[in-house]
């Protein structure tokens, strides 16, 4: 870690650069320091996911020679478990990467939710691995592309419909062994999530998605458009006024806007004989 460090500050060269670089051994990381950015670098190794071996069996006389020399040798090793989330957040991206991206409105309506999950404080508690995989499984289910908006509408059906209190699950494509991607999830945060897609669906259905957004509503239309109207005859039981079931004179017929044809009207006066 200290090479790295070194390394790391001999990067800029001649250019003057005002950084700061930190060692966080617990985290396995490097923190390198800007008056406006911080970047974390953590180290890891696909290796640790594989199978350690069971040591072979030590004697008491070489334990207690060497106990020294393996607590000098455990010092050297970063920790297990901040290395293993950095593998998992690898397998992620490249998960996202693969199968999100190419997705009709999967990452517009990720970034929705995300900014929801910062309003709304039951949404909170939903890890955003959890949220991106929920995303791409309703949107793959659908099985031919849809806007947005029906994205949002089926996201919020399938919460409301309390398959995170009774379901199986969202399995986890990332992991070797079966893995659910809600199991941090509490019972009552799992309660907070559907009731509150629950009270998002109703104002979806009833055309207030600005609630849902958190924005305010937009102002009503100046000219609103009206149908397009077409002025419809009503089609005669029979041809000329007087005549019952006579034919209609070719010459006698008009057109309407409906494709009809019916027969003029006679409006010459009757002459008395």
């Not at 379901?167 to 893995?179: A, N, Q, V």
Request: aromatic content about 6%; overall charge negative.
């Amino acid at each position: 870690m200290i090479l790295i460090k070194e390394s790391l500050l001999s990067v800029p060269g001649d250019t003057q650069v005002n950084y700061r670089v930190e060692v966080n051994a617990e985290e396995a990381s490097v923190i390198v320091l800007d008056e406006v950015v911080a970047v974390k670098i953590t180290l890891t190794s696909p290796l640790l996911r594989e199978t350690c071996e069971p040591a072979p069996a030590v004697k008491v006389e070489d334990a207690a020679s060497g106990s020294t020399d393996a607590t000098d040798a455990d010092l050297d090793f970063l920790p297990r478990e901040p290395c293993l989330r950095a593998l998992a957040d690898l397998r992620h991206a490249k998960w996202f990467q693969a199968r999100a991206t190419g997705l009709q409105s999967c990452v517009m309506v990720i970034r929705i939710l995300r900014d929801l999950c910062q309003r709304v404080s039951s949404w909170q508690s939903l890890p955003q691995w959890s949220l991106e995989l929920l995303v791409e499984k309703v949107i793959s289910s659908a099985g031919f592309p849809i806007s947005p908006g029906d994205c949002l509408r089926r996201i919020m059906e399938s919460l409301s419909s309390g398959f995170l209190i009774n379901g199986p699950g969202l399995l986890d494509p990332c992991e070797k062994d079966p893995t659910d991607a809600l199991q941090q999830l509490t019972k009552q945060e799992r309660e907070d999530l559907t009731v509150s897609s629950q009270l998002f669906l109703r104002y979806i259905a009833f055309r207030q998605m600005f609630k849902v957004l958190g924005m305010d509503q937009l102002p009503a239309m100046k000219y609103p458009i009206r149908p397009w109207r077409i002025n419809r005859k009503r089609r005669r039981s029979s041809g000329k006024a007087g005549t019952s079931g006579a034919e209609a004179d070719p010459a006698d017929i008009e057109e309407t806007g409906s494709d009809e044809k019916v027969a003029k009207k006679d409006i010459n006066p009757a002459v008395s004989g």
